[in-house]
């Protein structure tokens, strides 16, 4: 199973990435990582470093792929997660998908990209152009983190869009929604009432977690130390439980831009007027 997790920047995606990547190792299944952010911060809560990244070992090697070997790439990370980072072009320079595929080449060179039960693309931000929906290409599943908020619903709707145009040409399907430090979901539940598509699991804010990324820790490692985290941890298992019945996904149709727009405006508006209106009837008693 290959999976491409996709959302806003800044939503969680990489959080979500590896602890995902846990859960389906306590499954018993062998996973692989795969950062495509130019950052390569995608697995450091795995391994606590940030790792070479596939660019940076292609120039050390001038490009001769026979001159690669697995443990020049692949890192393994806490709970047997093994980890790569593809890396990417200087800022404002190059392609980000052709990235990606010369690490799909690359790993394919080394008999590596078969032998997993799980492969995780962590992807950086929306798809603004082909390149940032390369991943899509080698994926059974695309995963959308969100949160309550319009610009993130709207990010989602643009990647729904990809997923639409990919699944024309690929066996590709959208397993469903990830509703991450979402503690409402009014605007998420409005928008999946005019998109159809499964919300999976929802991820409350968790002070834990954002200060485990910064140690360079999982919540699963700091479970060990803190019996805190349990409960949350078990939503990831959750996930991954659901993932692993490989459900039959969806190629919803995204709404233009101004139909969300507009959908998600009123939604917001008309509930506020309501509030105020009961306000006022509260008031006149």
Not at 70 to 95: L, R, S, T
Not at 198 to 204: A, D, G, S, W
Not at 223 to 251: R, T
Not at 253 to 270: G, T, V
Request: glycine letters at 8%.
């Amino acid at each position: 199973m290959k999976i491409s997790v996709y959302g806003k920047g800044g939503i969680g995606k990489s959080t979500l990435s590896c602890h995902l990547a846990i859960a389906f190792a306590k499954r018993g299944k062998r996973v692989l990582q795969i950062g495509c952010d130019p950052k390569h911060d995608s697995t450091f809560p795995l391994t606590g470093f940030l790792i070479p990244t596939i660019i940076d070992t292609l120039q050390a090697k001038d490009y001769h792929y026979e001159d690669v070997w697995p443990e020049d790439i692949i890192y393994q990370g806490y709970g047997g997660v093994d980890c790569v980072e593809a890396g990417g072009p200087p800022a404002g320079a190059g392609c980000g998908g052709y990235v990606v595929g010369e690490t799909v080449k690359l790993l394919k060179e080394l008999n590596a990209f078969y032998e997993y039960d799980v492969i995780i693309f962590d992807v950086l931000g929306d798809v603004v152009c082909g390149g940032f929906a390369a991943p899509l290409n080698y994926s059974d599943y695309c995963l959308i983190a969100t949160d309550n908020g319009f610009d993130s619903l709207f990010a989602a709707n643009r990647i729904v869009a990809s997923v639409k145009e990919k699944a024309r040409t690929h066996p590709l399907k959208l397993a469903g929604l990830i509703a991450n430090r979402s503690i409402e979901r009014d605007l998420i539940d409005q928008y999946t009432r005019s998109c159809p598509m499964p919300l999976l699991e929802v991820f409350e804010p968790f002070e834990d977690l954002r200060i485990s990324r910064v140690q360079g820790k999982t919540l699963f490692e700091k479970a060990e130390e803190n019996f805190d985290s349990f409960e949350f941890i078990e939503n990831y298992l959750n996930l991954a439980d659901q993932l692993l019945m490989e459900p039959e996904g969806v190629v919803p149709s995204p709404l233009s831009d101004r139909e969300l727009f507009q959908d998600l405006s009123n939604f917001y508006l008309e509930d506020n007027i309501n509030k105020d209106q009961d306000t006022l009837d509260f008031l006149m008693v």
